[in-house]
């Protein structure tokens, strides 16, 4: 069996912990379960210890979470927001019931109380300098990116987009709403044929290739994951598509002059204290006339991601306040043309993500292991419930140079005018 050590979730003895008897619970053990529980906002769920027994008798929750040991309950008085994650993946917690309404009810609980999700520091200045500097950004990549093409398309659509998609119907395929996206996302930037675009961060290279293929545009596409660059290349070679080139460096480096330039979900990955150098390098290869687009989940409130989070899915990741956006635009003069909020289009993404994640489970765990299922399912469901409770939100902000007036009138072109959105 192979495991992943970089998603090694918890420490060996963390294992053998949850396997061995602990004991008779005794009532201080159902006093800190019900201490942790107040300290989540009391979130309406049946909660147990390892007895079994109810510890908030009379709850008639469609959901239940079990402790499965008393090392479990006291790391999750210590840091829940780290070790309800491990825990839960190492097989110490048991959910019984629905994973995403169990999270959307802790969420929503957690939302009134208001002093939980704060318990992550915000990342100090002297470190935020090398969270996301080029050599961390690439290790921090490698992380999630580069454990397997094949693992991502067990579960992505064909084009291996892993990003929001968006839905002009709700009962339409997520193949057919990923097209949309990228047809959307050209709609509003008034791509032609024959335009310069930069992409600073491709993922597999699948809206290059479709500017390139649909519109003419001649596209140069950034990205640091190696594995992603070398599918996005081989993609592009197998289908014969001219007009756009691949390249495996850091947005940091990009030059040259471009018509569009547009980002669709690198900002998550590049730190508060890089948005002005990411304004830098649009401001330095931005035409006069030219318009540019970034696709980024964000929030309302600006506070770290979890502990679990960054720790073992998505280090160095931090989604920003429209607020802290600005920073990529305004010491640049950049206008600000259209900003829209597609957050339950993200979550009707998550939705089919997870149903395939679903029914490929048992071929991921002989990639990995049960612990990697565990974590990924955890990772999905919890997204799910993040933007179906607003904490998560999904901006696409259009931008502008000063006085640029390449700009639209109305609306009225995004929607249907000739072209089919979502069909591939």
Same mark, same amino acid.
């Given at each position: 069996?192979?495991?992943?050590?970089?998603?090694?979730?918890?420490?060996?003895?963390?294992?053998?912990?949850?396997?061995?008897?602990?004991?008779?619970?005794?009532?201080?053990?159902?006093?800190?379960?019900?201490?942790?529980?107040?300290?989540?906002?009391?979130?309406?769920?049946?909660?147990?210890?390892?007895?079994?027994?109810?510890?908030?008798?009379?709850?008639?929750?469609?959901?239940?979470?079990?402790?499965?040991?008393?090392?479990?309950?006291?790391?999750?008085?210590?840091?829940?927001?780290?070790?309800?994650?491990?825990?839960?993946?190492?097989?110490?917690?048991?959910?019984? *019931? %629905?994973? #995403?309404?169990?999270?959307?009810?802790?969420?929503? $609980?957690? +939302? =009134?109380?208001?002093?939980?999700?704060?318990?992550?520091?915000?990342?100090?200045?002297?470190?935020?300098?090398?969270?996301?500097?080029?050599?961390?950004?690439?290790?921090?990549?490698?992380?999630?990116?580069?454990?397997?093409?094949?693992?991502?398309?067990?579960?992505?659509?064909?084009?291996?987009?892993?990003?929001?998609?968006?839905?002009?119907?709700?009962?339409?395929?997520?193949?057919?709403?990923?097209?949309?996206?990228?047809?959307?996302?050209?709609?509003?930037?008034?791509?032609?044929? *024959? %335009?310069? #675009?930069?992409?600073?961060?491709?993922?597999?290279? $699948?809206? +290059? =290739?479709?500017?390139?293929?649909?519109?003419?545009?001649?596209?140069?596409?950034?990205?640091?994951?190696?594995?992603?660059?070398?599918?996005?290349?081989?993609?592009?070679?197998?289908?014969?598509?001219?007009?756009?080139?691949?390249?495996?460096?850091?947005?940091?480096?990009?030059?040259?002059?471009?018509?569009?330039?547009?980002?669709?979900?690198?900002?998550?990955?590049?730190?508060?204290?890089?948005?002005?150098?990411?304004?830098?390098?649009?401001?330095?290869?931005?035409?006069?006339?030219?318009?540019?687009?970034?696709?980024?989940?964000?929030?309302?409130?600006?506070?770290?991601?979890?502990?679990?989070?960054?720790?073992?899915?998505?280090?160095?990741?931090?989604?920003?306040?429209?607020?802290?956006?600005?920073?990529?635009?305004?010491?640049?003069?950049?206008?600000?043309?259209?900003?829209?909020?597609?957050?339950?289009?993200?979550?009707?993404?998550?939705?089919?993500?997870?149903?395939?994640?679903?029914?490929?489970?048992?071929?991921?765990?002989?990639?990995?292991?049960?612990?990697?299922?565990?974590?990924?399912?955890?990772?999905?469901?919890?997204?799910?419930?993040?933007?179906?409770?607003?904490?998560?939100?999904?901006?696409?902000?259009?931008?502008?140079?000063?006085?640029?007036?390449?700009?639209?009138?109305?609306?009225?072109?995004?929607?249907?005018?000739?072209?089919?959105?979502?069909?591939?």
């Amino acid at each position: 069996m192979k495991t992943s050590k970089a998603y090694a979730v918890c420490p060996t003895t963390l294992f053998t912990v949850g396997a061995r008897a602990s004991g008779r619970v005794l009532e201080i053990d159902r006093w800190l379960l019900r201490t942790l529980l107040n300290g989540v906002g009391s979130p309406d769920i049946g909660a147990a210890l390892w007895d079994g027994k109810d510890a908030l008798p009379g709850s008639a929750a469609p959901f239940r979470m079990t402790i499965q040991n008393r090392a479990t309950l006291l790391r999750l008085i210590a840091n829940p927001l780290l070790y309800f994650g491990d825990d839960y993946s190492a097989g110490n917690i048991e959910i019984e *019931g %629905e994973m #995403v309404p169990f999270l959307e009810t802790v969420y929503r $609980a957690m +939302a =009134r109380r208001g002093d939980v999700r704060r318990r992550s520091k915000p990342v100090p200045n002297w470190q935020r300098q090398t969270v996301n500097s080029p050599p961390e950004s690439r290790k921090n990549i490698h992380h999630h990116y580069d454990i397997g093409n094949d693992f991502y398309r067990l579960w992505l659509d064909r084009e291996m987009l892993y990003t929001c998609a968006y839905f002009p119907s709700r009962d339409i395929s997520l193949e057919e709403a990923q097209v949309a996206k990228m047809e959307l996302v050209c709609r509003k930037l008034r791509l032609k044929g *024959g %335009e310069r #675009v930069i992409e600073a961060g491709c993922g597999w290279g $699948a809206l +290059a =290739r479709y500017m390139a293929k649909q519109y003419g545009a001649k596209v140069r596409a950034f990205n640091i994951s190696s594995e992603q660059v070398a599918y996005a290349r081989q993609r592009a070679g197998e289908e014969g598509i001219a007009g756009v080139e691949y390249i495996e460096d850091d947005y940091r480096n990009i030059t040259g002059e471009c018509d569009v330039f547009v980002s669709i979900g690198m900002l998550e990955h590049v730190g508060p204290n890089n948005y002005r150098k990411l304004g830098e390098v649009i401001d330095r290869t931005l035409s006069e006339t030219g318009l540019g687009l970034i696709h980024s989940i964000g929030q309302n409130i600006a506070e770290p991601m979890s502990d679990w989070l960054q720790k073992r899915i998505f280090p160095g990741s931090y989604t920003p306040t429209v607020r802290e956006m600005m920073e990529i635009f305004e010491p640049y003069a950049f206008n600000v043309i259209d900003l829209e909020n597609l957050r339950l289009h993200y979550a009707r993404t998550l939705e089919h993500w997870l149903e395939r994640f679903e029914l490929h489970s048992g071929q991921v765990a002989q990639m990995f292991d049960e612990s990697f299922v565990r974590a990924w399912r955890l990772y999905l469901c919890g997204s799910i419930a993040n933007f179906t409770t607003g904490s998560l939100e999904l901006f696409q902000v259009l931008f502008s140079r000063r006085g640029n007036n390449r700009v639209p009138w109305t609306r009225a072109d995004l929607l249907d005018s000739g072209k089919n959105h979502g069909k591939p």
